[in-house]
């Protein structure tokens, strides 16, 4: 039981890398990084232990191991440090590049559930990480309710 548990676990992170590989772009990237740092800022800010904790997430989820590990975090720490010196600025920044794959029905479907994967990534998707996630999905043209999100 436990290793047909872990062949499906496999299986899924395998399904999201070969759907992220036919979307390898710029826009995309962007995409899905402003969202998790989006997320990761629900409450405002964000403390070291979270920035590394972030960190190794995004080094290691296989969606976006089609990148360059150097072009994810600087990709990453260019939305965080435009959010922790103005969040406005940045928010609006992330929600830009969020907004260009806005019609690509695959490509946001798989930004949200990175976004949610972030989200819940410490074990609690918290009200607010699910609020900034409910504003992505309908920056997306995704409908909230959808992802349980509402």
């Known amino acids: ?35 998790s740092a989006l997320v ?25 191991s089609i ?3 150097s072009e ?4 990453w720490k260019d939305f965080i440090d435009t959010m922790e010196m103005d969040l406005d600025i ?7 590049a969020i907004g260009k794959i806005k019609g690509k029905d695959e490509q946001a479907r798989l930004v949200l559930r990175m976004v949610c994967a972030i989200g819940a990534a410490d074990g609690d998707f918290d009200a607010d990480e699910k609020r900034v996630a409910a504003q992505v999905a309908t920056e997306l043209g995704l409908n909230p309710s959808e992802f349980g999100l509402s």
């Open 40 to 64: 990761i800022m629900a409450d405002g800010k964000i403390d070291p232990q979270e920035k590394v904790k972030m960190m190794a997430f995004i080094e290691n989820h296989e969606a976006l």
């Open 90 to 96: 940045g928010s609006a920044k992330a929600m830009s």
């Open 72 to 75: 994810v975090v600087k990709t």
């Open 67 to 69: 990148y360059t590990t």
């Open 1 to 35: 039981m436990l290793s047909n548990f872990l062949q499906q676990a496999r299986n899924k992170i395998n399904d999201l890398k070969n759907e992220a590989l036919k979307y390898k772009s710029k826009d995309f990237l962007n995409a899905a990084l402003g969202g």
